[in-house]
């Protein structure tokens, strides 16, 4: 029993016997956080470009691009919506696996499912169950695929998107492996792209090449059997992980599912900065116009690390993606602003005098106690000698502190604002919810557009 195959039959199983309510409730939750994190993000200059690039340099019809309401060939719809998902780091996050794990899936069967006219139902459960085997797969290769130089999901999405293509479309066991297999030999995307318009873009080709490997696999194309584990096959190209885990991940698979295991966004930035965000807003509260002397953030040791390279590497944020990806900018952002919006990796936020003095008085010291990103701590020292503190465990919206589902309404709503017309965003929430029972995807698509 080769991996692919080991994931084939997870896949054809499951879309036999079904998934847990519980588990198409998540699904529909992760719809919906995408949405939130996409709607703000039509003005942003790479998704101009890509959306440019879809509309003129692409033929075919049928699938559309969210929020434009652009009507084009699958693949490119799949490779716009994947990189709105991306652009403003506002998605889902994996933490195990450093990566956002529905961001390539969803676009290519979303943009199936279109063409298709498939259920909500059977979109969902296509949906989770590629998820799932993306995870199964990400849970192998990582942490020493990330610390490789990869980006977790540019190598791992592309598995998820054709498994979950696979599932909606019906396929048999031997092309579901096929097509799990050619996804497996095109995988790409390095890290150095983070704080760049380019990593935006490999969310959306990882979405459209995960639906190519399913197309072409439904048409006869061959992938090795042994594309993850042979010699010089996903594994050993990719991690330098033990090989004893595969058997023991691959049978862990939905027992219990991974993706109930997703953490949520409440502010725009990527997740090794939610923590001090929200402990900076918590003693902004209490600090009664006091001057700063000295912010000091006690945080896992990697999140240390990270945002040391990202400072010798950027310097001053020169680009909203550079400010996004700046963990002391945004922190130092919030404070002054009183919040942490997009209007925070602006260009007159990102360039203020204030922001930067106040950045360059932020310090992380590495915190042995921390085993992951899901919490630090902040001490405050004023300038009249007064000192704050703050810790937070498990930040708003980590399966610790579960984001409830009408906050996750709400947050649509609000970067909904001024994009979207009066009310549109609460129509938006309520075909998600009831999606399940749709006929097909075309009430909510016809949704997603800005007039």
Request: net charge negative; hydrophobic share 45%; aromatic share 6%.
């Amino acid at each position: 029993m080769t991996v692919s195959r080991r994931l084939a039959d997870f896949l054809v199983n499951g879309r036999t016997d079904g998934i847990p309510d519980e588990v198409l409730h998540e699904t529909a939750r992760l719809l919906l956080n995408q949405l939130k994190a996409s709607v703000g993000a039509t003005r942003h200059p790479a998704i101009r470009i890509l959306h440019d690039w879809a509309t003129t340099e692409n033929a075919g019809r049928g699938a559309h691009v969210h929020w434009f309401g652009t009507e084009t060939s699958p693949q490119a719809a799949a490779m716009v919506n994947g990189a709105l998902y991306e652009v403003l780091d506002f998605h889902d996050t994996y933490i195990p696996c450093f990566m956002h794990a529905v961001s390539a899936v969803l676009p290519a069967v979303l943009a199936l499912a279109e063409v298709r006219g498939s259920s909500g139902r059977d979109f969902l459960t296509a949906l989770a169950l590629g998820i799932e085997a993306e995870l199964a797969v990400a849970t192998i290769l990582m942490p020493t695929g990330y610390y490789r130089g990869n980006v977790p999901a540019g190598l791992t999405g592309g598995v998820g998107a054709a498994a979950a293509c696979s599932v909606l479309a019906g396929l048999e066991t031997d092309r579901v492996v096929h097509a799990l297999g050619i996804a497996m030999c095109s995988a790409f995307g390095l890290y150095a792209s983070v704080g760049s318009m380019t990593l935006s873009y490999i969310t959306g080709a990882t979405a459209r090449s995960g639906l190519s490997a399913f197309q072409l696999a439904e048409r006869g194309l061959t992938a090795p059997a042994t594309a993850f584990e042979g010699d010089r096959g996903m594994f050993q190209a990719h991690c330098d992980e033990d090989r004893a885990k595969i058997d023991g991940v691959l049978d862990a698979m939905g027992k219990p599912w991974r993706l109930l295991g997703q953490t949520y966004k409440v502010v725009p930035t990527e997740t090794i900065t939610h923590g001090p965000v929200q402990c900076a807003l918590a003693l902004l509260a209490q600090a009664q116009g006091r001057t700063v002397e000295r912010m000091t953030f006690k945080v896992n040791d990697l999140v240390q690390k990270i945002a040391d390279e990202r400072r010798e590497r950027f310097g001053n944020p020169s680009s909203e993606s550079e400010a996004c990806f700046d963990l002391r900018h945004c922190a130092a952002a919030a404070w002054l602003h009183g919040r942490f919006t997009t209007a925070e990796t602006a260009a007159d936020c990102y360039t203020d005098p204030q922001v930067l003095a106040l950045r360059d008085r932020i310090e992380l010291m590495s915190d042995p106690a921390r085993p992951t990103f899901e919490g630090c701590s902040l001490e405050v020292r004023f300038s009249d000698g007064s000192i704050l503190f703050h810790n937070v465990d498990n930040f708003l919206g980590t399966p610790g502190a579960r984001l409830p589902d009408a906050m996750l309404g709400d947050l649509l709503g609000q970067y909904a604002s001024g994009v979207l017309p009066d009310g549109r965003a609460a129509h938006v929430v309520n075909a998600v919810w009831n999606l399940e029972s749709a006929p097909d995807l075309s009430a909510l698509v016809n949704l997603l557009r800005t007039d």
